[in-house]
DNA sequence: GTCTATAGTTTGATAGAC
DNA sequence: GTCTATCAAACTATAGAC
């Protein structure tokens, strides 16, 4: 109470927070997605795995953290991007970054957008985050005349797909990503004129 | 050895083999592709759990037998489809078969073309029949003049992506795969104008 | 080929002292 | 908040009798 400044105890706590967290990505990295268990990440931050628990409440509690953490850096990322006038050119440069990010860090992309986890669902919370990164995308796609719902569905799954193939099969390398801007075109041509007659 | 057809005993024991296979299968529909258990199994086949080593060296291999036997049965599917004369239309045929096939069960779709097991990979033997799948597909966008690689990649990975997205968010709907032939033309279109501008 | 019995491991989670 | 100690559960796999 004295001495301290209001939300202090709470800073650092959520400052602790977020150092597990990171150490929880380096780990996955390190074992894969679905080799992160609790002693394993209690042993790297040099803690027990009881521990852990004054933290999060279970394990899913903790996939469902690095699940907001990822989506809430991606988020940022996007917003953080200064865009080209040109909405076309817009949305080319948004899926580049959209694409680079994922692909930089592989645990962090099979926990966002595959199931690599089959018991972890994430909370409405966390949820939303995601939805409101889809909305970004969507919000571009729109600038760029794709409004048609159908249009925006074969958009999103064609971008999934390139990046799951980059991913499972070439991972580090530009095998199908190289082709993002040309099947952006090739989409955005295909919408324009089917909703512009 | 007397009154016994040659081979009669392996017959035998392979179609208990297929029957254990068949089995599995249908527990993972039941209790997903990641909750089939070697225990669960041998009950639901009314035997003991270790009986089944009887059969398969680990569960990795049961994992196998299953892989193997999801692509035989769809390569028999493709090779069995009376198709168009028509290249394109061939195309559009066989991809549409090929949608329904790996669509009508999720388990299945999901042991073959996502990662749910991450202990699990297939052996070299299993692996070259998933290997002819893609074959047959290539052969039949190979007709309708798509030839490059990178449109055969980026070809493949559009049918993942609404493959992915449908079993995600919307098993047993048509949101994303009922754009499928409209899809088939718009890359066939485009790599047909790329290869003879 | 099937059984009983059991080993051996891994892992998430809780109780209670400090 | 961190610890020790421990639980409980689930599961793969093996040994050896029949």
Redesign the interface.
């Known amino acids: 109470m004295i001495g301290t400044p209001a939300g202090a105890v709470a800073e650092r706590r959520a400052a602790r927070v977020a150092e597990i967290v990171a150490t929880a990505w380096e780990l996955a990295r390190d074992e ?1 997605i ?2 992160l268990t609790l002693h394993g990440l209690a042993r790297r931050l040099g803690i027990r795995q009881p521990s852990l628990y004054a933290y999060f409440e279970s394990k899913n509690a903790l996939y469902d953290a690095m699940f907001a953490d990822g989506n809430r850096k991606l988020l940022e990322r996007l917003d953080a991007q200064r865009l080209p006038n040109d909405p076309r050119r817009a949305v080319k440069a948004s899926m580049q970054a959209f694409v680079d990010f994922v692909l930089a860090d592989t645990p962090r992309c099979q926990l966002l957008f ?3 986890i ?1 018991t972890f669902e994430p909370s409405a919370e966390s949820y939303a985050l995601a939805e409101d990164v889809l909305g970004r995308v969507i919000a571009r796609l729109d600038a760029a005349g794709v409004e048609d719902q ?1 249009d925006i ?2 958009f ?7 990046v ?2 980059q991913i ?1 099969n070439d991972p580090g390398g530009t ?2 990503t ?2 993002l801007d040309r ?1 952006v075109d ?2 955005l041509d ?1 919408a324009n004129r089917r909703s512009t007659p």
């Open positions: 894969g679905g080799g595959q199931r690599p089959p159908g569905d074969c999103v799954a064609m971008v999934a797909g390139l799951d193939a499972s095998r199908w190289r082709h099947l090739l989409y295909d």
